[in-house]
């Protein structure tokens, strides 16, 4: 069976400081990868999407970088946080064939002070 | 541009009655139309989804969701409500011309079953 995993699952960062969330996937090849934010526990925007190694698109001009270094990791940075970051990222997979939902990770917390 | 409205805020309910939350949507091409749940501080779990066929999907936890093609809506519904069906509720859309299989969600509706 497929499985998605996000760590950390909480993060307290000061204001300028870097950051580094990654997810991976275990249990399909070549998935379709996702990274929303989800602001005051409600509506959820896409950051970034890949359909494959090293392949990212970027959906919101932001502070925010994402990376695909293997199949199935997906990773989110930062090289320097700033208040307006802070929210819940989700990271999401989805298989190759078009019609599939997406399945998410449980989610990392990320507290900007 | 794809959309999906969901035009309640919260729904609230009692236990035992049925629920609707309300969706509706705006696709180019055809919908791919799904629902998924989420609790407190996790991530989203999926209920279902309309691809294609009957009108009437049935998913996870007794739920079920009607596409309705002329008012571009896809309800979710459950005969009868439970009190730990309370949660944050998504719909979310894909025409059937998006590439990498990106969806766009509503704002989400909270449902609130109370005994």
């Known amino acids: 069976s497929q499985t998605i995993h996000q760590w950390p699952a909480t993060l307290v960062q000061p204001v300028g400081s870097p950051l580094s969330l990654e997810c991976t996937v275990e249990?399909?090849?070549?998935?379709?990868l996702y990274w929303y934010r989800q602001a005051a526990g409600r509506g959820l925007q896409l950051l970034f999407y890949?359909?494959?190694?090293?392949?990212i698109s970027s959906e919101v001009p932001q502070n925010l970088s994402a990376s695909r270094p293997q199949d199935r990791q997906f990773i989110l940075s930062s090289k320097k946080l700033l208040l307006s970051d802070s929210g819940f990222y989700l990271c999401?997979?989805?298989?190759?064939?078009?019609?599939?939902?997406?399945?998410f990770g449980p989610g990392t917390r990320l507290t900007v002070l | 541009a794809q959309s999906v409205a969901q035009p309640e805020d919260q729904v609230n309910v009692a236990e035992g009655n049925p629920l609707t939350v309300k969706c509706t949507y705006s696709?180019?091409?055809?919908?791919?139309l799904f629902w998924y749940v989420q609790y407190p501080n996790r991530g989203l779990q999926f209920l279902l989804k309309?691809?294609?066929?009957?009108?009437l999907v049935k998913g996870s936890y007794g739920f079920e969701a009607e596409f309705n093609k002329s008012q571009t809506s896809f309800h979710l519904k459950k005969p009868s409500a439970l009190v730990s069906d309370s949660a944050l509720y998504f719909c979310?859309?894909?025409?059937?011309?998006?590439?990498?299989?990106?969806?766009?969600f509503g704002a989400g509706t909270i449902l609130r079953v109370k005994s």
């Open positions: 696709v180019s091409g055809n919908p791919y």
């Open positions: 890949s359909v494959g190694i090293g392949q």
């Open positions: 309309y691809i294609t066929g009957d009108n």
């Open positions: 999401a997979f989805s298989r190759e064939l078009r019609n599939n939902e997406q399945f």
């Open positions: 979310a859309v894909r025409g059937s011309m998006e590439y990498g299989n990106k969806l766009v």
């Open positions: 249990g399909t090849s070549n998935p379709n």
